[in-house]
């Protein structure tokens, strides 16, 4: 199989609500799709959620990006996965969003053509998965309080709250959703990096009773030293979300021990197989992984639990940006619960058993290569 041409959409999709966190907020998901065309009449789809902020891409440089990575790819077998994200890598290192998209779509082509879904071809076993789900930063004690009541009436057993803010506001966020909540749902937070190590270590000190299952980033990127001595002083564990983008950075995090729990992301790792290399140096140091999300459609979130049920060391799921988008583009692909949205059920079609309805691709700008 050879790829023939790529083309590559502007993926506008409307959010219901702008989401808040301490490193910035972002009014509309606007991602890029990638569709490989081959000379076997397969296709394969791929999603990039670039979130400047973190991996410091926006939609318009994953675009560029992809029209130049995209021309290295013609020609080439898309099943060498391997070779062809090594390519990738090599011509553009970081842009790591858009090198998930072009992993997702080569891992969808091997299972078309192969005939088997994706987490198949990773000797997983299909089983039902549940995630958690996300509130941004909100003004009052009551908002998160009355999202926290109502994430639990659609059936979610684990909540993840942003924090990372200065003073005590979090703390009596945190606090009061702990109240209305109980002992039986999980939480946990993320602070994005809004800490510095005094104020990880008050919050963390503040909220040991309100039994948190983590914290994740509470530092800056850089700052894994900190991040050790946090961990070294507090009951609570601490999980890496922007520290680790690869497999070095999870090697250098579990050697110096600043973390207990590695989150994994498609667009911060550039697909599914970095996203192993990570997961399995973290079961190396007996640290469990995360697998997050960016603002990805139902599609790259597909992907993502494609891996997680290939790898149970990946235990904790924060797949939920489907919730936050307006729209649905995607036919197939993983289906959540309807009476119970927090289960994830992935189908046995080949690939990531996904595609993408015909009117969204009509009304996205197109750009072709071949
Ligand atoms: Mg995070």
């Known amino acids: ?3 023939t041409s790529i083309d590559i959409y502007k993926m506008n999709m409307k959010l219901s609500s702008v989401f808040a966190t301490s490193i910035g907020s972002i ?28 991996t410091a891409e926006t939609q318009n440089t994953c675009i560029e990006a992809a029209k130049f990575l995209g021309k290295l790819l013609i020609g080439k077998d898309p099943t060498a996965i391997e070779e062809n994200l090594s390519l990738l890598k090599r011509s553009l290192p970081s842009h790591t969003s858009i090198h998930s998209a072009f992993d997702m779509a080569m891992w969808d082509l091997l299972g078309k053509e192969s005939n088997q879904p994706i987490y198949k071809l990773l000797g997983g076993k299909n089983h039902q998965l549940r995630t958690d789900q996300t509130m941004g930063h909100e003004k009052s004690v009551e908002d998160v309080q009355n999202k926290a009541r109502k994430f639990i ?15 005590l506001t979090d703390y ?17 937070i993320d602070s994005n990096q809004g800490w510095d190590l005094a104020e990880s270590l008050k ?19 850089w700052n894994l030293e900190d991040m050790a001595r946090l ?3 507090i009951n609570t564990p601490v999980c890496a979300d922007e520290s680790v983008f690869n497999e070095i950075d999870a090697f250098k995090i579990c050697k110096l021990g600043a973390a207990d729990y590695l989150n994994i992301k498609l667009g911060k790792s550039g697909g ?7 997961n399995a140096i973290a079961e190396s140091y007996g640290a469990k992984c995360m697998i997050g999300c960016f603002s990805e459609s139902r599609l790259g979130l597909t992907a993502a639990a494609h891996l997680a049920i290939a790898r149970p060391n990946i235990f904790f799921l924060d797949l939920d940006s489907a919730f936050m988008i307006a729209e649905d583009p995607i036919i197939g692909g993983i289906e959540f619960g309807k009476e119970n949205m927090s289960l994830i059920n992935v189908n046995e079609k080949p690939g990531l058993g996904a595609d993408v309805k015909e009117e969204y691709l009509d009304k996205w700008t197109k750009f072709s290569i071949s």
């Open 1 to 3: 199989m050879r790829i």
């Open 27 to 54: 009014p509309s998901a606007e991602n890029v799709l990638i569709k490989i065309n081959t000379d076997e009449n397969l296709i394969g789809w791929g999603e990039a959620s670039p979130f400047s902020f973190i």
């Open 153 to 167: 009436e659609q059936g979610f057993n684990e909540i993840k709250m942003k924090t990372g803010r200065p003073g």
């Open 172 to 188: 009596k966020h945190v606090k009061g959703v702990r109240e209305v909540i109980g002992d039986e749902i999980e939480l946990k």
């Open 203 to 221: 919050n963390a000190r503040l909220m040991e009773n309100l039994n948190l299952l983590y914290i994740e980033q509470p530092l800056p990127i």
């Open 231 to 233: 961990r070294s002083k």
């Open 272 to 278: 599914i197989h970095t996203g192993l290399k990570i």
